[in-house]
């Protein structure tokens, strides 16, 4: 092995979001979320995530067709900050899968499990 880089180095993460990577991946909330929609719009020639709040009516004339002509909806979202171990900085968490919000969901409803920012939460 050479001695370029340390056995231990792992490539920075700069992004201020949150990616689900494979394996678990360990986060603490550290504040309430926003929820809202989300729905993709070419602007020139990038995709851009367009988000809204969840009392705002996205017009359809807003949404893009996917390759067999039918309109690609908005997803719900949530987003809210969290501290990302495996990055070990403070990022934000957008979370589009009703499998992982409605867990989350479950602690919150639940006296047992008390303040979700007072634990950590492995996906």
Known sequence: ??????????????????KFEEGANIFRILGPSIQGWEYWKTVGEKRKPIRVRKDVTVPMTELEEDDNGELKMPVFF??????????????????????????????V????????????IVV
């Open 78 to 107: 949530w987003a809210f900050p969290v501290w990302n171990y495996a990055a070990e900085r403070v990022q934000v968490l957008e979370v589009t899968q009703k499998t992982i919000r409605q867990p989350i969901e479950g602690y």
């Open 1 to 18: 092995m050479s001695d370029f880089l340390p056995a231990d180095y792992k490539e920075p993460i700069t992004s201020d979001f949150m």
């Open 109 to 120: 409803r639940n006296p047992k499990w008390g303040d979700v920012t007072t634990f950590d």
